[in-house]
């Protein structure tokens, strides 16, 4: 008996759906992969980096999440599950509304101008928004920092920055949305691991995904934050431990340091 739900996982968190129809005319739901899935070490049966997302947001009882920057959704997901699932284990109570209830909100913030990737979810018909009904952002990282957030005055739970990998990209994002952190605020950056590059395996979804070699932005950024006193680091990097299995590509947890 496993803890968790892999018939879920498959048909929500890691694939797509669609309905089809047969040559006999008869309905059925085709499943196709999360884009960029496998930059998390996620499969069909297999969260990845996702589980460490998940597991963060249940045990800090976060409720206002942030995605910066996101190709298929995946962290999204996670993000909206894991508060939904809070509410369902009677840690969250009142209205179990997705984004406009007790439970929170699940923030993205993407231009979808196919820099450094391109998105599968900017029609709301899309599987993700219809699914977990993401509050979408079309702007750049910085125009949404100054006209939404700042304006709404939104302090935020948990933060995840996957946008422009350049180092400066990662951070202004990261020097620009820590300012908006809660007391217990958690930060992730994700492509943190300069070593997955080098040993990458070119899978037939890794090409379909247009695959675009990793900057080292995200990694200056975490070395140069590792000399700063004010934060908590800590690396996540499984890649290498198995060299035939997916790994992630990188993931970097910081929190303020307590004064």
């Known amino acids: 008996m496993l803890i968790f739900d892999l018939d879920y996982i498959r048909q929500h968190l890691t694939n797509n759906q669609e309905k089809k129809v047969d040559t006999n005319g008869n309905e059925f739901i085709e499943l196709s992969k999360v884009p960029y899935r496998w930059t998390h070490g996620a499969t069909d049966l297999s969260l990845g980096d996702g589980l460490l997302v998940y597991s963060i947001i249940h045990y800090m009882r976060a409720k206002v999440c942030v995605c910066l920057g996101s190709g298929g959704g995946f ?3 996670i993000m909206t599950q894991a508060r939904i699932d809070l509410h369902d284990s009677h840690i969250f109570e009142g209205n179990r509304d997705y984004n406009w209830g ?8 993407d231009a979808s101008n196919g820099v450094g990737g391109n998105t599968d979810w900017v ?5 993700f928004r219809k699914t977990f009904f993401p509050r979408v952002i079309l702007e750049t990282t910085e125009n949404a920092y100054y006209n939404f957030f700042v304006k709404e005055d939104i302090k935020i739970d948990y933060l995840h920055i996957d946008a422009g990998h350049t180092y400066e990209d990662v951070k202004q994002d990261f020097d620009l949305y820590s300012k908006l952190l809660s007391p217990n605020g958690i930060i992730s950056i994700h492509d943190t691991d300069e070593s997955f590059e080098k040993e990458l395996i070119v899978t037939d979804e890794i090409k379909k995904d247009d695959h675009q070699e990793i900057t080292n932005g995200p990694s200056k ?3 140069e934050l590792s ?3 004010d934060w908590e680091i800590f690396n996540f990097f499984n890649n290498g431990i198995f060299k035939t299995k997916p790994a992630s590509t990188g993931l970097t947890i910081l929190q303020r340091c307590k004064k």
């Open 75 to 77: 962290i999204p997901r």
């Open 102 to 109: 007790d439970i929170g909100a699940t923030y993205l913030v």
């Open 123 to 127: 029609n709301e018909d899309s599987f």
């Open 221 to 223: 950024l975490v070395k």
């Open 227 to 229: 000399d700063d006193s």
